[in-house]
């Protein structure tokens, strides 16, 4: 269960009856009159406003389409008909989908764009509050098991919801709660059935995505953020699924946390890329603001990771010299005896030579020779003493440190050929800006043990946390653009309904 998802949510509970259709009438003529008498406020507002300013600019009228909304039962959103179709989901049958529709709105001074635009707070308050929510639909509701669900229609005492696996179904009403205005929507990458990239010694993507977003969204609530999560814990939920959440929550920004595979290791730069929506300067400059956030954490780890490696190599250099005095005074000490006669000539005590590139092999005490002929008169040779043997050498090894996939790296929309974002989760996000992370490779044994250290984790999270506080109250817009991508190229499978498996739901129904 994920409480703090819930603590995002504002509790909209209605009573479970359904209003009798002469209350029904008398509810729909009450909003009819309320709008009209709205409209009369607003038509008298402007005329004051257009004889002082010559424009009109009537702040804060969002609320007023909301009170002349449909009245019919049940309470269902408009829809449009989209195909869906894209690189990491496979093509499903047409499915009916909500549009966009005006977020609740945000206080303050907004970036132009309307829905989705970036609230610019301050460094001391970069999330200021989201004030009560509008009136009408409901557009997504979380169950007691932190599940975010969008609603497609309201039928009174209960919601028809899209389920994680694309599934169109009836919740009971008091199974769960409205979700309130947001900041901002993370998403953890992969889950249940869906691993993602797996490293080396066998820790998972879907893991590690979720590990990283937990940490922002403590580190972002204590920061003042309102904050709603795609999945709190590990189960299956497809790419559209992710990307209506977003859509149906109307965040500020929408970040999807990934860690990649594949890449040839042995660069000297990380492969760190982010996809952002195509067309959206909002999540454009997100991306450049990720990048240079989290650039300086990685060259400071990489520095930390070959200079351990250069101790290391210096350690074994220094013991390799104690190895090559020891040979030397053992070879030096068996000339004087096979001199001396006092030894065979085909008589040696020296080591066998090592593999090369091998930790350096124990050299143990020389045994005493019992076999070896007494000095005479005719001895001419001193027989010099040999050096002290080096004890073990039990440093454990520390691999060299390079990065993957360097020559991928950068700040990119990646666009199909109708003009759509190649990503799911970003074509299907509407028009919230949209920005897919993918901080480094997994399937690179250096990356991966960089990825096991709680304190990078912990340096991760708060890169990201920085990135997000810069956009909410700056103008910055951050580095590492390269060119957008226009080709298709086969990046694995996942994000489908096929094989999706569904978490369970409380009181579900077959939608009619």
């Known amino acids: 269960m994920s409480g703090s998802v819930k603590s995002t949510v504002t509790d909209q509970r209605s009573s479970g009856a359904r209003p009798s259709p002469t209350r029904r009438r008398a509810q729909r003529r009450g909003r009819l009159l309320l709008a009209g008498v709205a409209a009369v406020t607003v038509a008298a507002a402007a005329v004051a406003v257009i004889a002082l300013t010559g424009r009109l600019s009537l702040p804060g009228l969002t609320g007023i389409p909301d009170l002349l909304a449909s009245t019919d039962e049940p309470d ?3 829809s449009r008909t989209v195909e869906s179709e894209g690189a990491d989901d496979k093509p499903v049958e047409n499915v009916t989908e909500k549009p966009s529709t005006t977020p609740v709105p945000l206080p303050g001074p907004l970036e132009s764009s309307g829905r989705g635009s970036a609230l610019l707070g301050t460094p001391d308050e970069p999330f200021p509050s989201l004030g009560a929510p509008t009136v009408g639909a409901t557009r997504a509701v979380v169950t007691d098991d932190g599940l975010v669900l969008p609603v497609v229609a309201d039928f009174g005492s ?4 899209h389920t994680m696996c694309e599934q169109l179904v009836r919740i009971d009403r008091d199974d769960a709660t409205p979700v309130g205005a947001a900041h901002i929507v993370l998403d953890a990458g992969h889950g249940g059935t869906e691993p993602g990239a797996v490293g080396p010694s066998g820790l998972t993507e879907k893991e590690l995505n979720l590990e990283v977003v937990l940490r922002v969204r403590q580190r972002l609530e204590r920061l003042g953020a309102t904050v ?12 559209k699924a992710r990307g209506r959440i977003a859509d149906a929550v109307a965040p500020a920004l929408f970040v999807s946390v990934h860690h990649n595979g594949g890449g040839t290791p042995g660069g000297d730069t990380p492969g760190t890329m982010a996809f952002t929506k195509a067309g959206s300067d909002h999540a454009t400059r997100f991306g450049g603001l990720f990048f240079e956030a989290l650039q300086p954490v990685l060259e400071s780890a ?5 200079a351990a490696y250069q101790a290391y190599v210096d350690e074994v250099d220094a013991y390799e010299a104690l190895v090559d005095a020891y040979d030397r005074s053992v070879v030096a000490r068996d000339q004087a005896l096979v001199t001396n006669g006092q030894l065979p000539a085909t008589a040696t005590t020296v080591p066998s030579p090592r593999d090369t590139g091998a930790p350096p092999k124990p050299r143990l005490r020389e045994p005493t020779f019992s076999t070896t002929v007494p000095p005479t008169a005719s001895t001419t040779v001193e027989v010099p ?8 050498f039990t440093t454990e090894p520390v691999a060299p440190f390079s990065f993957a996939g360097s020559g991928n790296r950068g700040v990119r929309a990646w666009v199909r050929a109708d003009g759509q974002d190649y990503l799911s989760v970003l074509r299907h996000s509407g028009d919230v ?19 096991m250290d709680e304190s990078f984790l912990d340096a991760q999270a708060d890169a990201l946390v920085s990135a997000i506080v810069d956009y909410f109250s700056t103008s910055k817009r951050g580095s590492g653009y ?3 991508e226009y080709d298709d190229q086969p ?22």
Do not use: F, M
């Open 228 to 239: 709603v999560l795609t999945r709190g814990s590990d189960h299956n939920i497809t790419t």
């Open 158 to 161: 209960a919601w028809q919801v």
């Open 76 to 78: 269902v959103l408009s």
């Open 491 to 512: 990046i694995g499978g996942g994000g489908s309904p096929d094989g999706c498996v569904e978490p369970k739901l409380p009181s579900i129904g077959t939608a009619e």
């Open 433 to 451: 800006p949209t920005v897919l992370v993918e901080y480094l490779y997994l399937t690179n044994p250096a990356e991966e043990a960089l990825l």
């Open 385 to 392: 003493t040999t050096v002290e043997p080096p004890p073990a």
């Open 302 to 306: 990489a520095a930390e990771r070959r």
């Open 482 to 484: 390269v060119a957008d």
